[in-house]
């Protein structure tokens, strides 16, 4: 691939501990094109939210080196952090919605943050509940809602500022197959505007929904590939296990 | 299908501050409305009451000075009350021609036999006891002790039995007891101002707490430490105005209830205690002190507690 060094993100030989425990990410080398869109997928405790976090910058690495959009993220000064996070959309897989916040308010919040007026924010959050399927419940606050709308809401929230990163932990856990299927289409379409997308997932259906998805599959917090090849998802027509691309991570950034 | 509603990077770029009501609405303002507006108002109406207390005293201690850092007493004892008729004119002829003195006054006989009444009655007795020459004289500036050495070696070379006294020294041991009031009160003053602030502090600690979970996502949603930091200056400057007005509001009422019963008393030693408009502006100024040092608590805890997280 030819994109700018700007544009991808980097990670090389990346461990994450917490305090004294064992890592539980260890030596993850791999590089995230611009406009792909991955699948990252692994048994329970295999590191996935904490790679997640990590890709969210809400954790710092505690060995190797991560670049992001042309920067180092582990020297990046505190004060450049925010306006990174901006460029980030994030569903987490509690959701995390402001309790005492309408639905409105919490898609609303990113753009508020990112100081867009009120008069201008109106609009998109509107029509973004609306095709998230929640323009009824547009001032229900969270503990009103079922866990399928709240994940909605957390999804509306993650993409409505557009994203140059969409970080997904989960995010059709809670919903009906049908609704899956939708908010898959809403993060293909993210992705077709130039959004990569990151979403950890369980469900092995959902990898054969997206056909030009990678996979990303961590075991015991390493990739199970160890040089950090990611390839397309078994085709669902397909003869199942073939690998039809691989990309070796360089040490390039 | 539809694509979804998505606005301009220009938009969501921006860099202008969350603030005003988005501000406030990250905030439920039920939550931090419990006991911090009413401790800082008790804690004002104290801080209020013990300022007014420690200026008044001060202004006291200042006004009994100021009457009696001139003033001076001069005593010549004679027994031969022709003698003492003359070297009392001396003196009063020694003391008008010092610069430093800017007024005297001979005590008439008459108010010498007031004095002595109490104890030898009145009639023959007075007359029969000889009596000292008293002058009271007022310098143009306070008397210190080399200049009161300097009138007594004046005096004393034409009238042997002079002596000059300082009326200040008389109420030196008062004074001493109004600087000690005077620092108590200081000390209440800051002792109230520093349980205020931890207070504050201690509130505004359990409302981060509570709302940990929306700062965190604040932060996580590109929220800058600043910005999160505001919000929460901003819940608590509200609280400690509405604490403010309670508690001026209060110590006001308390210190002209306790300046009236001292106006009562009509007393010449209390008549300087009063409190000027330097004194009411600076009482009026406490809540403002009280609201800076809540919003400087609260940024100070808040901002710690987000460099905790990355």
């Known amino acids: 691939m030819n994109e700018a060094a700007s544009d991808i993100i980097h990670f090389d030989n990346v461990g994450l501990r917490y305090g004294t425990q064992p890592e539980v990410l260890r030596d993850l080398s791999f590089t995230l094109h611009p406009g792909s869109f991955y699948f990252l997928t692994g048994a329970s405790g295999a590191g996935k939210t904490s790679l997640l976090k990590l890709l969210y910058l809400a954790q710092k690495p505690s060995r190797g080196a991560i670049r992001m959009y042309g920067n180092d993220v582990i020297t990046l000064p505190r004060e450049q952090l925010p306006q990174m996070r901006r460029r980030l959309g994030v569903v987490f897989q509690d959701f995390r919605l402001v309790n005492h916040l309408s639905a409105f308010d919490n898609v609303a919040l990113p753009l508020r943050i990112a100081g867009v007026t ?10 973004m509940l609306d095709w998230v399927g929640l323009s009824h419940r547009i001032d229900a606050v969270p503990a009103t809602m079922s866990g399928g709308e709240q994940q909605r809401v957390a999804i509306a929230r993650a993409v409505i500022g557009r994203p140059d990163l969409l970080v997904a932990d989960e995010p059709t856990g809670n919903v009906d197959p049908e609704m899956a299927i939708k908010l898959l289409r809403l993060f293909e379409a993210l992705n077709r505007l130039g959004t990569t997308v990151v979403v950890a997932t ?25 040089t950090g090849a990611l390839r397309y998802p078994p085709r669902p027509s397909g003869p199942g296990t073939a690998t039809a691309k691989a990309t070796k991570s360089g040490g390039d950034s | 299908m539809k694509l979804p509603p998505l606005i301009g990077r220009s938009l969501n770029r921006g860099l202008a501050p969350l603030g005003g009501e988005n501000a406030a609405s990250l905030i439920p303002r039920a939550r931090l409305t419990g006991p911090v507006p009413w401790v800082l108002a008790i804690m004002i109406a104290l801080t209020v009451l013990a300022t007014a207390g420690g200026l008044a005293l001060s202004n006291l201690a200042n006004s009994a000075r100021s009457d009696l850092s001139g003033a001076l007493t001069v ?9 003492l008729a003359q070297q009392s004119e001396a003196a009063q002829r020694i003391l008008t021609d010092n610069p430093a003195v800017q007024s005297l006054r001979a005590v008439p006989q008459a108010e010498l036999d007031a004095l ?15 009596m000292p020459a008293l002058i009271d004289v007022q310098l143009r500036d306070a008397a210190d002790a080399q200049q009161i050495d300097q009138l007594q070696a004046a005096l004393a070379e034409q009238i042997p039995n002079v002596r000059v006294d300082a009326q200040s020294d008389w109420l030196r041991p008062v004074y001493s007891a109004l600087s000690a009031l005077q620092y108590l009160a200081a000390v209440l003053v800051i002792l109230l101002a520093a349980t205020s602030a931890a207070a ?33 200056q901003r819940s608590v400057a509200i609280d400690a105005l509405i604490g403010g007005i309670i508690g001026l509001t209060a110590g006001l009422l308390g210190v002209m209830l306790i300046g009236s019963r001292f106006a009562g008393l009509d007393s010449g030693m209390v008549a300087g205690g009063g409190l000027g408009m330097l004194d009411w502006i600076a009482i009026a100024a406490i809540p403002f002190a009280a609201i800076l040092i809540a919003m400087l608590t609260a940024r100070l805890n808040v901002m710690a507690a987000l460099r905790r997280m990355i």
């Open chain 2, 200 to 232: 504050v502090w201690l509130a505004v600690r359990s409302s981060f707490a509570a709302h940990r979970e929306t700062i965190e996502i604040v932060h996580l949603l590109g929220g800058r430490d600043d910005q999160i930091a505001r919000i929460f």
């Open chain 2, 116 to 130: 002595l009444e109490p104890w030898l009655g009145t009639g023959n007795a007075v007359d029969s006891v000889p």
């Open chain 1, 202 to 226: 369980h469900d092995v259906h959902l990898l054969q929904k997206v056909p030009n998805s990678l996979i990303m599959r961590l075991d015991k917090g390493r990739l199970s590939d160890p």
């Open chain 1, 118 to 127: 009120e008069a201008e924010l109106q609009t998109p959050v509107t029509d």
């Open chain 2, 75 to 83: 005593q010549i004892v004679e027994a031969d009350q022709e003698l």
